[in-house]
T-cell receptor, first 112, second 114 residues
Framework: QKEVEQDPGPLSVPEGAIVSLNCTYS??????FMWYRQYSRKGPELLMY??SSGNKEDGRFTAQVDKSSKYISLFIRDSQPSDSATYLC????????????WGAGTKLIIKP | NAGVMQNPRHLVRRRGQEARLRCSPM?????VYWYRQLPEEGLKFMVY????????ESGMPKERFSAEFPKEGPSILRIQQVVRGDSAAYFC????????????FGAGTRLSVL
């Protein structure tokens, strides 16, 4: 079993829809969680960083962490075709301050 | 405010040649990470370096691959005697010297082995 599970998709939704992207993990020691966006043939770009359970909002993006269920989510409101990309989750522990564990990425397609 | 700079962006090599990939971290960052990504696959950690030190190379093949981050100059990922299976995108990331491990990525080098 992988430490971090992420559905590779593709996930195809119409423009304007609310998108929900998710990762589950098995190691309860993870303390901080990140979402990256990667456009085709580009490097990953940091979208959201969260340290604790709960919600964090930034514009149309909301990151949610549920440590009791070992489940994290990224919500995108009013999705745009420009949101079409692969979304990767990553997580780590403060006592291992370099080792990030990555999900495989979910490919998202927003249809105009 | 330059980000992580990688060069070349594209590199074509014939089997048996050497490939050298360069990465200049963000200003003020002293930690460098190298990842490999195959098409439609996730990022695979290769190596973590600080200035003049390899901290973790557990993801790097034991043969033909090496990495360095000298006191001066960029970090170098070196692949000797390349084979077709080395064709991939190689990404470099950097993070600041302390605190949260937020990694910032370069645009990658796409290596094609003929």
């Amino acid at each position: 079993q992988k430490e971090v599970e992420q559905d590779p998709g593709p996930l195809s939704v119409p423009e304007g829809a609310i998108v929900s992207l998710n990762c589950t993990y098995s190691n309860s020691a993870f303390q901080y969680f990140m979402w990256y966006r990667q456009y085709s043939r580009k490097g990953p770009e940091l979208l959201m960083y969260t340290y604790s359970s709960g919600n964090k909002e930034d514009g149309r993006f909301t990151a949610q962490v549920d440590k009791s269920s070992k489940y994290i989510s990224l919500f995108i409101r009013d999705s745009q075709p420009s949101d079409s990309a692969t979304y990767l989750c990553a997580m780590g522990r403060m006592d291992s301050n370099y080792q990030l564990i990555w999900g495989a990425g979910t490919k998202l397609i927003i249809k105009p | 405010n330059a980000g992580v700079m990688q060069n070349p962006r594209h590199l074509v090599r014939r089997r048996g040649q050497e490939a050298r990939l360069r990465c200049s971290p963000m200003k003020g960052h002293s930690h460098v990470y190298w990842y490999r990504q195959l098409p439609e696959e996730g990022l695979k950690f290769m190596v973590y370096l600080q200035k003049e030190n390899i901290i973790d190379e557990s993801g790097m093949p034991k043969e033909r691959f090496s990495a360095e981050f000298p006191k001066e100059g960029p970090s170098i990922l070196r692949i000797q005697q390349v084979v077709r299976g080395d064709s991939a995108a190689y990404f470099c990331a950097s993070s600041p010297p302390s605190g949260k491990n937020i990694q910032y990525f370069g645009a990658g080098t796409r290596l094609s082995v003929l």
